[in-house]
């Protein structure tokens, strides 16, 4: 049974940084695309970052571009978000995502949340003004 465990996350000012962490438990071969989506109250869950394990491309949406950054820990089996230079539009719930599934444009950013089967518990990040 596949398990995404989520910590970090919480309350900061803008132009903070936060940390968010990924773990994954229970697989018997590596994820081939693990991403974070975020949620705000009354808006549809957008896929902001995804890395594809296998190379380590990483992808971002372009209002996180420059901000966000992600990465992976294969020793931890842990996927991270860096979140730098926090605004107020960034606080959402976030979660990790993971999919096992092959594409023929496999380098290329998974942004659908349909993409995915496992999902981690979420955490909430949120930035005063």
């Known amino acids: 049974q596949v398990q995404l465990v989520q910590s970090g996350g919480g309350s900061v000012q803008v132009g903070g940084s936060l940390r968010l962490s990924c773990t994954v438990y229970?697989?018997?071969?590596?994820?081939?695309?693990i991403s974070w989506f975020r949620q705000a109250p009354g808006k549809e869950r957008e896929g902001v970052a995804t890395?594809?394990?296998?190379?380590?491309?990483?992808y971002y949406a372009d209002s996180v571009k420059g901000r966000f950054t992600i990465s992976q820990d294969n020793a931890k089996n842990t996927v991270h978000l860096q979140m730098n230079s926090l605004k107020p539009e960034d606080t959402a719930m976030y979660y990790c995502?993971?999919?096992?599934?092959?594409?023929?444009?496999?380098?290329?950013?998974?942004?659908?949340?349909?993409?995915?089967?496992?999902w981690g518990q979420g955490t909430q990040v949120t930035v005063s003004s």
């Open positions: 995502a993971a999919s096992f599934r092959y594409y023929s444009d496999y380098d290329a950013p998974r942004f659908s949340a349909s993409e995915y089967n496992y």
């Open positions: 229970g697989y018997t071969y590596n994820p081939n695309y």
């Open positions: 890395i594809y394990t296998g190379a380590g491309s990483t």
